[in-house]
């Protein structure tokens, strides 16, 4: 490169502070390598050859992919490796979360993601436990430590409750009563880990499958095992294409999930941590209507 800039073997070397035979050499194991003449050798000024113009963009890529590798290389040296640590709930849609880390990914290139999915009161543990920086939880959850952990608001999420169109309930009349409900199966997620919170939200009765994984809730309320309430999000498909049904209850109000962002007190997030966070909340605002009054209040203050 250094040739075809200065125009000559002489000013490469004075430009590189190398000797020429340097240069020359340095041209001659480079030829040798490709099998190809790179620069004419019957004329006084340096001049590439047809091979040597065709391959000219190709050098001057691979140098400037080289310098900015020992860019990163050196910030990297200096800084250390980004690290974003999250945990996040299993209801939390995951086209919006990956969206998220793509885009995080796109703005923090050299960053190492440690991400964790959890259950119930799992994500605020693995941030108490300092295994991760933050956790995605849902709201309704009892904090694992209050005076160690803190929330800030993030997002809504629609539930809906449903079963196969095969379960009895899926016949009974609508709106269904409450007491009604209490006589099936209701499938619930749990956290199995030992001390973990047992307090259950939209619980009906004491027909209770426990699960600790959302998407084996899922298959089981598909094959009509049981009714229980899912994230809109994930079961859309299922109620388009008949595979499960909407439950409408009668004067029982199962509110959507609120969505909070939990770290430890005291914690500063690095740069990527707290535009991870960033991101998260503005998939929530592009992809609904303005958050209602209570909750854009809730929101500024925390």
């Given at each position: 490169?250094?040739?075809?800039?200065?125009?000559?073997?002489?000013?490469?070397?004075?430009?590189?502070?190398?000797?020429?035979?340097?240069?020359?050499?340095?041209?001659?194991?480079?030829?040798?390598?490709?099998?190809?003449?790179?620069?004419?050798?019957?004329?006084?000024?340096?001049?590439?050859?047809?091979?040597?113009?065709?391959?000219?963009?190709?050098?001057?890529?691979?140098?400037?992919?080289?310098?900015?590798?020992?860019?990163?290389?050196?910030?990297?040296?200096?800084?250390?490796?980004?690290?974003?640590?999250?945990?996040?709930?299993?209801?939390?849609?995951?086209?919006?979360?990956?969206?998220?880390?793509?885009?995080?990914?796109?703005?923090?290139?050299?960053?190492?993601?440690?991400?964790?999915?959890?259950?119930?009161?799992?994500?605020?543990?693995?941030?108490?436990?300092?295994?991760?920086?933050?956790?995605?939880?849902i709201n309704d959850v009892p904090e694992v430590n209050p005076h160690a952990i803190e929330r800030h608001w993030l997002r809504e999420e629609a539930m809906a409750t449903v079963c196969a169109p095969t379960y009895p309930l899926a016949s009974t009349p609508s709106p269904v009563p409450v007491d009604e409900f209490g006589r099936y199966i209701q499938i619930i997620v749990t956290d199995n880990q030992p001390g973990a919170d047992k307090t259950q939200q939209?619980?009906?009765?004491?027909?209770?499958?426990?699960?600790?994984?959302?998407?084996?809730?899922?298959?089981?309320?598909?094959?009509?095992?049981?009714?229980?309430?899912?994230?809109?999000?994930?079961?859309?498909?299922?109620?388009?294409?008949?595979?499960?049904?909407?439950?409408?209850?009668?004067?029982?109000?199962?509110?959507?999930?609120?969505?909070?962002?939990?770290?430890?007190?005291?914690?500063?997030?690095?740069?990527?941590?707290?535009?991870?966070?960033?991101?998260?909340?503005?998939?929530?605002?592009?992809?609904?209507?303005?958050?209602?009054?209570?909750?854009?209040?809730?929101?500024?203050?925390?």
């Open positions: 490169m250094a040739v075809c800039d200065q125009g000559s073997f002489s000013g490469a070397a004075r430009k590189l502070a190398r000797a020429q035979s340097a240069i020359s050499h340095a041209i001659k194991a480079l030829e040798s390598a490709f099998d190809v003449e790179l620069f004419e050798r019957n004329t006084r000024k340096a001049q590439l050859t047809a091979a040597g113009r065709s391959l000219l963009p190709d050098a001057r890529a691979v140098i400037s992919r080289t310098e900015e590798m020992k860019n990163r290389a050196g910030a990297i040296a200096k800084a250390g490796v980004p690290q974003v640590s999250v945990a996040v709930d299993a209801y939390f849609p995951r086209a919006h979360l990956i969206g998220c880390l793509r885009t995080l990914q796109e703005e923090c290139p050299t960053a190492a993601i440690n991400l964790r999915i959890t259950t119930m009161q799992g994500g605020e543990k693995l941030v108490l436990e300092k295994v991760c920086a933050l956790a995605v939880t939209g619980v009906a009765g004491k027909r209770q499958w426990l699960v600790n994984d959302l998407g084996a809730k899922r298959d089981l309320l598909k094959a009509g095992l049981g009714w229980g309430h899912l994230p809109r999000h994930l079961v859309a498909e299922d109620l388009a294409s008949g595979q499960l049904v909407e439950l409408e209850r009668r004067a029982w109000h199962i509110r959507s999930l609120t969505f909070v962002v939990s770290q430890r007190r005291g914690h500063d997030l690095s740069a990527c941590e707290a535009r991870l966070v960033e991101l998260l909340g503005e998939a929530w605002l592009r992809a609904n209507a303005p958050l209602p009054e209570a909750l854009a209040e809730n929101r500024s203050s925390t």
